[in-house]
């Protein structure tokens, strides 16, 4: 049985905290929490800031309390051991990323770039793919890749045109490739889902694999989007017909429609993404007004078991990290859609933070309950697109220690091996691209892969590596993949 929690943590249980709305208006200039978060394929124009927000900024970098622009900054137990600068060709916004052996995939909105990371220190370029079609959202499985496409298109093809997505013959959904030979990846399958794919988790088994597709719908008048669309897509990708791969079904997750939205919080209207730990049979669901838990012990029947709502300090729930011991669910908020400063003394330190979570009872009595809240404690400028974002674990036995990507606000390195006193042990960044714009960029997705960070940075992949005694333990793991969604047992 489902249940649904309203958080009543040092605030109104019911209040609308008039403050955030008129934060979201100035921060994000006329986009609203409900809006749909992350860049569109078009990139995002710099927004001219009044001159006093020019005057703190630049006050700011020159008192040394914010980096200079494009300068990187660092604590001392993070070493920067290279930059691999953005691939020409691929001109859309730089994504996700996942992990095979010696190679790093990296997507944009424009496709993918594989990497060679036998030498960390010596990235190279070993093959491109020019795709389109955003956000470029990339799982890889063995032999596949799957490549998730939420921009409507004229079809499924890589020589696709951006249209109209009130036009009945858009496409948009999943892209499957082969990439047995890294160096010439093959295109080998689509799959057109029901409002295309935000993003997407794999959760395979040894005959299939099945894919969570999250999307949602930011804009009623779209025809596959049109309300109640109230579910998930599974995708089953035969491993030995990949080309036969299809829809399996459409799961409804919010019977009763979802969160229905406020001044404060994104109305529910699907999913933004999910994170499956497969060894445990759960998934955590960051449903834009819904955090969600879910029961994956059937992986083609996910379920529903717990929900939760933050009403007054969550705008839209992004995305989920699972503990090691499945103990505890780290859910982030995407404040501002991931376009607004929000990493400043005027926003605070609870507004596009990160929740953390335990899960509490057992089989489909378990529960969400909140602990506390986690948020950098760097102080970015307000030309700096900044919230929390895309990380995975540093498999540390005994800790839990995360690595997060927060756009502009850099790399940080973080523990909540303590649920209510989290704090940052390491961090990485860049000054704001520019002092007297708010302009688009930083890191999108930073994730920790056998001894390194890699952070798929809107100038290019970063390689990081971090020397702390309280990270040291997880140099003893070594994984064959990561996809940070697909979350792996470490260590038993």
């Known amino acids: 049985m489902t249940s649904l929690h309203r958080q009543h943590v040092r605030r109104t249980r019911f209040g609308v905290v008039a403050v955030v709305a008129g934060l979201l208006a100035a921060l994000c200039a006329t986009t609203p929490a409900s809006a749909t978060p992350d860049p569109g394929d078009a990139?995002?124009?710099?927004?001219?800031?009044?001159?006093?927000?020019?005057?703190?900024?630049?006050?700011?970098?020159?008192?040394?309390?914010?980096?200079?622009?494009?300068?990187?900054?660092?604590?001392?137990?993070?070493?920067?051991?290279?930059?691999?600068?953005?691939?020409?060709?691929?001109?859309?916004?730089?994504?996700?990323?996942?992990?095979?052996?010696?190679?790093?995939?990296?997507?944009?909105?424009?496709?993918?770039?594989?990497?060679?990371?036998?030498?960390?220190?010596?990235?190279?370029?070993?093959?491109?793919?020019?795709c389109p079609g955003g956000q470029g959202d990339i799982s890889v499985d063995g032999d596949l890749l799957v490549l998730s496409v939420d921009s409507s298109r004229s079809d499924d093809s890589c020589a696709s045109t951006s249209q109209s997505a009130t036009q009945k013959s858009s496409w948009e959904g999943?892209?499957?490739?082969?990439?047995?030979?890294?160096?010439?990846?093959?295109?080998?399958?689509?799959?057109?889902?029901?409002?295309?794919?935000?993003?997407?988790?794999?959760?395979?088994?040894?005959?299939?694999?099945?894919?969570?597709?999250?999307?949602?719908?930011?804009?009623?008048?779209?025809?596959?989007?049109?309300?109640?669309?109230?579910?998930?897509?599974?995708?089953?990708?035969?491993?030995a017909a990949p080309?036969?791969?299809?829809?399996?079904?459409?799961?409804?997750?919010?019977?009763?429609?979802?969160?229905?939205?406020?001044?404060?919080?994104?109305?529910?209207?699907?999913?933004?993404?999910?994170?499956?730990?497969?060894?445990?049979?759960?998934?955590?669901?960051?449903?834009?007004?819904?955090?969600?838990?879910?029961?994956?012990?059937?992986?083609?029947?996910p379920r529903v078991i717990d929900r939760v709502r933050d009403e007054d300090n969550f705008a839209f729930w992004h995305s989920a990290t699972f503990s090691h011991d499945g103990r505890k669910v780290v859910f982030t908020d995407e404040l501002g859609?991931?376009?607004?400063?929000?990493?400043?003394?005027?926003?605070?330190?609870?507004?596009?933070?990160?929740?953390?979570?335990?899960?509490?009872?057992?089989?489909?009595?378990?529960?969400?309950?909140?602990?506390?809240?986690y948020k950098i404690p760097r102080h970015q400028a307000d030309t700096e697109n900044c919230v929390a974002h895309n990380g995975s674990l540093i498999p540390v036995p005994g800790r839990d220690i995360m690595v997060q990507a927060w756009y502009q606000g850099g790399v940080s390195v973080w523990e909540f091996t303590d649920s209510d006193n989290p704090r940052e042990i390491g961090y990485f960044e860049r000054g704001p691209i520019t002092a007297d714009v708010l302009a688009f960029g930083g890191a999108w997705s930073s994730y920790y892969y056998n001894g390194h960070i890699?952070?798929?940075?809107?100038?290019?992949?970063?390689?990081?590596?971090?020397?702390?005694?309280?990270?040291?333990?997880?140099?003893?793991?070594?994984?064959?993949?990561?996809?940070?969604?697909?979350?792996?047992?470490?260590?038993?």
């Open 43 to 130: 990139p995002v124009a710099p927004r001219e800031l009044p001159a006093a927000e020019r005057e703190q900024a630049e006050a700011a970098i020159r008192g040394g309390g914010i980096p200079g622009v494009d300068e990187i900054a660092h604590s001392g137990n993070v070493r920067h051991l290279a930059t691999v600068p953005r691939e020409e060709g691929l001109t859309g916004t730089n994504s996700d990323l996942a992990f095979q052996g010696r190679y790093a995939f990296a997507g944009n909105y424009d496709g993918f770039v594989i990497y060679d990371i036998g030498r960390p220190a010596s990235p190279r370029i070993v093959s491109r793919v020019l």
């Open 174 to 239: 999943l892209r499957v490739f082969d990439i047995s030979d890294k160096r010439n990846p093959r295109y080998v399958a689509a799959v057109e889902t029901a409002c295309g794919s935000h993003t997407h988790t794999l959760v395979p088994d040894r005959r299939s694999v099945w894919v969570y597709v999250s999307s949602y719908a930011p804009n009623a008048a779209f025809p596959d989007c049109q309300p109640p669309h109230d579910g998930i897509s599974v995708v089953e990708v035969p491993r």
């Open 243 to 301: 080309e036969r791969a299809e829809l399996s079904s459409f799961e409804v997750t919010f019977p009763d429609g979802g969160f229905p939205g406020d001044e404060n919080s994104s109305a529910t209207t699907g999913c933004h993404d999910i994170t499956a730990y497969p060894a445990i049979g759960l998934a955590a669901g960051a449903c834009m007004g819904d955090g969600i838990l879910m029961d994956i012990s059937r992986p083609d029947r």
């Open 337 to 373: 859609g991931g376009v607004g400063a929000t990493c400043n003394a005027e926003v605070g330190d609870e507004f596009g933070a990160n929740g953390i979570y335990h899960i509490t009872g057992r089989g489909d009595g378990r529960e969400l309950s909140f602990r506390s809240y």
């Open 454 to 492: 890699y952070s798929n940075d809107q100038k290019g992949l970063d390689v990081l590596r971090i020397d702390d005694r309280r990270t040291d333990g997880a140099r003893r793991v070594h994984l064959d993949q990561l996809n940070a969604q697909t979350q792996p047992r470490y260590y038993r």
